[in-house]
């Protein structure tokens, strides 16, 4: 039987393991006790709320016809799961995946190229609907985590309607975009640590797995839309230490303390990681077609896939054959060599790598002079581990060089390789060892095989091996990839082992090569995900260029720089603008400061023995609530100033969800601390009101203008706003 509380209300069996002085706020709770679901006023706040956001995200959603910002790329994407065509991007394909099932079910046969105009085969209208689906579910989200984090329910009503009320969130979840699925599960995965949070005094039961549970699920669906979802995991992996760090302090018995860490282990660390990969597996599984994002995968890769001109070619390589030759380091790509020469060193013919298909990536791969360098054998004789070879630039007819006179261009440490001499030159130099390291096939014979066997190119004069690391080459190389030949790398390094990609000779027949290679899911899943950091750290702003697209991470939350939606701006266009409602955002920016001089104060009233007066509970409550959201909204933004990346005002939404809460959470603070029931109810509705008002204000850059925008001047609040004007066009 449950006992009764001191205040009258059931007390909550609790678990041992929380230390007892904690355990006592929640039996004397008065003004600050733990919320009770009430379905049949809840439940209809809820109905409303979602009903009024998706008003706001579905109204005239079809209204511009034409292809809006990125629906170019992730609409594109979609298509590429309808077709089961492979392709590459930097992001993590949940949310992408999903805009395939909505490309899928509007009956869309991936055949639109997503430019220009909708084509009528195309229901861009379902579409978009289904992606705001995801919006519109922010509302009763933002609603249940505070309710978790026990704030009034009026205050509740307020953070949702913030969230409803902003009109970037609103335009953002219009379009075939991957905000709204990252922002739905940062929102799920707050509401989920939140309701663990609640049930801190209810451990191993029923409710306490649930949220537990959920919350590792909702952070695998958030990393597995995009890597900032990660910064979602960097939150609740805070939360949850300093959760067991207070165990620690409070010195409980070690089995306690080892099932509180093994239960977390698995549903926050194993869940999420398993629905992460998970993502990765279905990827692989629906996309194995050739496409435009093969070249960004190993050979291996790309030949096992259908249509792939990998797939068919001689298996084991003979000597006189065409061959190309591709690093296995990441970003390196294909052995290559053109007529410049290097402009320091040996001033001889430049050997480098180049990551895209060229006729100067051919070689022919022949005996060193003086044991049949220009024979026809016929059979063919085939190339085996251990035999020195000689490589012949296809194009130019240089051979593959290394010397000890000359260093590296940029890697100094290393000797230099260029393309010297002719077929048939007695020169030591020109002389390499292949050193089978692994096989990917089921052949076992030490021969050279195209696409399985990875190898090193052992330079026999000098006991160095050829070697490509992704160091890019100056200006005089074109930015290519330096190729080097070191004496320090290992013989299973990655810069140091190649692989054969392509393979021509007339005399042998081709080989299914789908059938011969071994896949592994897990070297697929490290490959891509390298392949897509690779890209995003490609994606570095121009700064001596002007972009109306780009902001800064300070300019932010201070909404100092809003974005135009699409290219042109004139009249009769359809034009969206992706601005917040400025009242919301300077207000949560203000919350975001205010907090820690807040907690500064406190302290200091601490520390000359004068603290604030609490009620019972309500240092615990505040607390709770505020180191979740502030903290959410600063890990959230921080990181950015950290990313060299180029970077967009979408990317601060995330941020903003916490922001939004933490305001609706001061709100009903200081209300309670200051005001009395009526008037914080009037404070309420004060601020329901202007946040409704400004989002009218600014309705129609939300749901699409296409009339003069000189009708709309005087919507442009600040000065660096290009609503109207854009003064740093040129």
């Not at 002007?546 to 201070?558: G, K, R, V």
């Amino acid at each position: 039987m449950a006992s009764k509380a001191p205040n009258g209300h059931s007390k909550q069996k609790s678990f041992a393991a929380y230390p007892q002085q904690i355990q006592s706020h929640a039996t004397t709770f008065t003004r600050y006790r733990r919320n009770v679901w009430n379905w049949r006023v809840d439940g209809t706040i809820v109905t409303m709320l979602t009903l009024l956001c998706a008003f706001t995200r579905l109204y005239q959603i079809g209204k511009r016809a034409v292809v809006t910002w990125d629906e170019s790329h992730f609409g594109k994407f979609g298509a590429y799961y309808v077709n089961r065509t492979f392709y590459h991007d930097v992001h993590p394909p949940l949310a992408k995946m999903l805009i395939g099932l909505s490309e899928f079910l509007s009956g869309h046969n991936g055949t639109f190229g997503f430019k220009g105009s909708y084509p009528s085969y195309v229901n861009y209208k379902f579409m978009r609907q289904f992606t705001a689906m995801f919006g519109i579910g922010l509302a009763p989200l933002a609603y249940l985590t505070c309710h978790q984090l026990n704030m009034q329910r009026q205050a509740c009503v307020l953070a949702a309607l913030f969230v409803i009320l902003d009109n970037c969130l609103c335009v953002m979840s219009r379009f075939v975009l991957l905000d709204e699925p990252l922002l739905f599960f940062t929102a799920a995965s707050l509401c989920s640590v939140a309701g663990l949070q609640n049930s801190w005094n209810r451990a191993f039961s029923q409710v306490w797995w649930r949220w537990l549970l959920l919350t590792g699920v909702s952070l695998g669906l958030v990393a597995s839309c995009k890597w900032v979802g990660f910064l979602t995991i960097a939150l609740v992996g805070i939360y949850t230490m300093g959760e067991l760090f207070t165990m620690y302090t409070c010195r409980f018995d070690i089995g306690s303390a080892a099932r509180h860490f093994v239960a977390r282990v698995v549903c926050l660390i194993a869940v999420p990681l398993v629905i992460y990969a998970a993502c990765f597996k279905i990827h692989f599984m629906v996309l194995n077609r050739s496409g435009p994002g093969d070249s960004r995968m190993s050979p291996a890769f790309q030949a096992s896939l259908k249509g792939s001109p990998l797939g068919s070619q001689p298996f084991t390589v003979a000597y006189s054959s065409q061959i190309t030759l591709r690093s296995m380091h990441t970003g390196s790509g294909l052995l290559h060599s053109h007529a410049h020469r290097f402009p320091e060193g040996s001033r001889q013919q430049q050997i480098t790598c180049y990551g895209h298909s060229d006729s100067n990536n051919d070689w022919i791969i022949t005996r060193p002079r003086g044991e049949g360098y220009n024979r026809t054998d016929d059979p063919p004789s085939f190339v085996r581990h251990g035999d020195i070879v000689n490589l012949m630039h296809r194009k130019t007819k240089s051979m593959l060089h290394a010397h000890r006179k000359f260093p590296a261009p940029v890697t100094a440490r290393d000797f230099e390789v260029t393309a010297y001499g002719q077929l048939g030159w007695k020169d030591k130099n020109n002389d390499w060892r292949i050193e089978v390291v692994s096989e990917r096939s089921i052949a076992t014979n030490n021969e050279l095989h195209a696409i399985t066997t990875q190898f090193n190119l052992r330079h026999v004069a000098t006991n160095c091996l050829l070697s490509a690391a992704a160091v890019k080459l100056p200006g005089w190389g074109f930015g290519q990839t330096e190729v080097s030949c070191s004496r320090h790398n290992a013989p299973g390094s990655a810069a140091s082992l190649w692989v054969v990609e392509k393979h021509v000779n007339s005399q042998l027949p081709k080989n299914n090569l789908r059938a011969m290679i071994k896949r592994s899911f897990v070297r697929d899943f490290v490959e891509l995900n390298l392949a897509m950091a690779r890209s995003n750290n490609a994606l570095i702003p121009d700064r001596d260029k002007y972009n109306h697209l780009e902001s800064d991470a300070w300019t932010w939350p201070f909404l100092i720089y809003p974005m135009r939606m699409l290219g042109s701006w004139k009249e009769g266009d359809i034009k969206y603008y992706e601005v917040g409602n400025p009242i919301l955002w300077w207000s949560s920016t203000f919350c975001c400061a205010l907090l820690p001089v807040q907690l500064l104060l406190y302290l200091a009233r601490k520390q000359h023995k004068r603290p604030a007066k609490w009620a019972p509970g309500e240092a615990l409550h505040y607390w709770n609530g505020a180191k979740l959201l502030w903290g959410g909204w600063l890990l959230h933004y921080l990181p950015f100033f950290l990313f060299s990346r180029v970077l967009y005002i979408h990317h601060y939404l995330p941020a903003l969800y916490f922001a939004l809460l933490l305001l609706a959470f001061e709100i009903d603070y200081f209300c309670q601390r200051i005001l009395s029931g009526r008037m914080q109810n009037a404070v309420t509705t004060a601020w329901a009101l202007t946040a409704l008002a400004v989002f009218c204000w600014f309705a129609p850059l939300t749901f699409g203008y296409s009339g003069p925008i000189e009708q709309l001047k005087h919507r442009q609040w600040l000065p660096s706003w290009n609503l109207y004007t854009d003064r740093f066009a040129t």
